[in-house]
């Protein structure tokens, strides 16, 4: 039992660019007055759950709120005004975490509580501060009072349901960054604490300065256009991969479904019609043993694309493998829709059970799609003598398509750990003949756990933007460990002074120039780099600080500065290695520089200008130090030291074949 809140009111809000506390993403910062119900009522929380229930994506783990008591008082860290605020908090941090993770917004972490106090009157009984994290605070600063007269609801009314839901998702999905990919990455990138930055066109920035990395999706600051476009045309890829001596199937463009016919009976069948510039499966018919089946394979081809080929079939299980920077990521055994029989029910009776699984469904989120049972697939079931209403023995598989597309209802098995090792080699031959560094090597062999010079396949395709399978957590990871050098981070040093520190700046730069550091300065004066002047003058030490970020000729980082800008906005970064700080300084800046900074604090005696001769060489040593530690520092979650070990348990134990 909790109290519930009767209102919430915003008395006040501002949009954070930078980072507050120990937020890894801008925020929403916002004082609500609260008042509490007399009446005890049963759990918001379990209301707003029941409410959400299959429409927004599962609260994720470890994206609780957090009371950081910033303002501390002797009220507002009292327990008795935590109780009654706590469940409000509470509801709101789960509304707006679902909502944005559903639309594809990856949040970072939980809402975060500056404090608790009493309101100056009876009515405003409670104040609560809060800074709330999101790609897009705009966007949240827009649906907070939906959000806010939603849990009201919730509140009162035990059956409550949100209303105008899909209208503040869809606001949400407008912002999102697009696919999958993007978002797996950018929590792979908070998990490892690596900074992230948007930049215009939906492009993000992993890491700073001159050890920083762009993506969009698979695709890099380094991929070859001409590798994605060779990649993209299967009649190109297959040529060049065929040239280079690796096995791929007989392949040749066909114009018509006569043309088809000719070069299937020329090939022999069974024969693969698919088009040669589309992703995802799209129009791909596999297996086709006679010409009625091949002339409406071609057909359902057609309506997809004008440029489609004929492949000859290539027997066995379709199996992908991720390639990123040259390590297999993922491995994945995408076994086709359809059903293993039981010797009880029939056909139409296992769609219904299999559709049962929870991790199929039609949702955004959902990681494999529901069974149907359409005319391609009664067409399928007739070419092996059954029907809806079949009854399949134990161990019998009904197939239902041609091809084992995870969007066309197929299954995703995690092969990794018992790949061969001559198929990896051949993966990473294939990505490396395209020059890719993010690819998808689609192989088709009979058993993957054996080498495919003894059991035989071939490569049928080769997606250069490839999707990280659902069922391979590893793998996003292994993308921003693979793409940054140590940890992706720059030194970075403030130093908290309202005096003049050009010289003192120009010294340093000087210092660290001759110790092979190209230092990025932010001064009163302007901004330069490794001594060159970039630009004069000073509008914003926060906007000074965000371009040096951005300029890969930029090895570390030194921003003078009074704070106070820092105050409203944030900082710039979410970190910093080094911070100096002058007494002239106000308190509150000082406070939140030694919350943001990873290593040591030195005070300034007398200001910048009249402390000891040798501060130069010292700070510039001192950002050597600090360059070193960042260009070894070691990514390796714990996660992915546990998911190696298995990964090796797993290959050294034995072998599984696909069913």
Known sequence: MSSAIQDARLLEHFIVRGYLHDL?????????????????????????????????????????????????????????????????????????????????????????????????????????VLAIPSLSPEVVRSSLPWALEQISAIAYEE??????????????????????????????????????????????????????????????????????????????????????????????????????????????????????????????SAGIEDEDTLRRSYARAAAHSKNLVLEKHIPGNDFRLGIVHGQLAWATWREPAGVWGDGVNSIGQLVAIANRDPRRGTQKWSNMRPLTIDAEVQEILQAQGLHADSTLAPGQFARFRRTSNISAGGTPTNMMGKVHPDNIALAVRAADILRLDFAGIDLITPDVTKSWLEMGGAICEINGQPQFSVIGPQAPRLAIRGLLQGDGRIPIVVVLTAEPAHALMQAVDSASLSRGLALGCSTELGLSMGGAVIRCGRQSAFEDAQALLLNTQVQAMAVV????????????????????????????????????????????????????????????????????????????????????????????GGRESPR
């Open 159 to 284: 059956q409550a349901t949100l209303k105008g839901l899909d209208a503040e998702l869809k606001k949400f999905e407008r912002q999102a960054p697009g696919g999958i990919n993007n978002r797996l990455l950018l929590k792979a990138a908070y998990q490892y604490g690596v900074p992230v930055t948007a930049l215009p066109g939906r492009v993000f920035q992993y890491g700073s300065g001159a050890r920083s990395r762009w993506m969009d999706s698979t695709f890099t600051d380094i991929t070859s256009i001409i590798s994605a476009r060779l990649a993209r045309s299967k009649v190109a890829a297959n040529a060049l991969l065929r040239r280079a001596g690796l096995p791929v199937p007989q392949q040749v463009v066909v114009r018509s479904i006569e043309a088809a016919l000719a070069q299937a009976r020329l090939m022999g069948y069974p024969v693969v019609v698919k088009p040669s510039d589309l992703d995802g499966g799209k129009g791909v």
């Open 24 to 128: 890894q993403q801008p925020c929403l910062h916002l004082q609500l007055q609260l008042r509490p119900l007399k009446a005890e009522l049963v759990d918001v929380i379990s209301r707003l759950d029941r409410a959400l229930d299959r429409q927004l994506i599962p609260m994720p783990e470890g994206m609780q709120p957090r009371l950081i008591q910033v303002r501390r008082s002797a009220e507002s860290s009292s327990l008795p005004l935590q109780a009654q605020v706590w469940p409000f908090v509470e509801a709101l941090n789960q509304l707006l975490v679902r909502l944005q993770e559903t639309a594809g917004l990856p949040v970072a972490c939980g809402i975060r509580c500056e404090g608790i106090a009493r309101g100056e009157s009876r009515e405003a009984s409670l104040l609560a």
């Open 561 to 652: 500065t009074d704070g106070a800008e820092w105050l409203r906005t944030g900082t710039p970064f979410d970190a910093l290695d080094l911070l100096l700080v002058a007494d002239d300084t106000p308190l509150e800046a000082r406070h939140v520089l030694q919350m943001r900074c990873k290593g040591e604090v030195w005070k300034l005696k007398g200001g910048p200008a009249l402390d000891g001769g040798d501060l130069a060489t010292r700070l510039a040593d001192r950002l050597v130090a600090c360059d070193a530690q960042h260009r070894s520092a070691d990514l390796c979650a714990d996660e992915d030291r546990a998911w190696q070990c298995r990964s090796a348990a797993a290959w050294a």
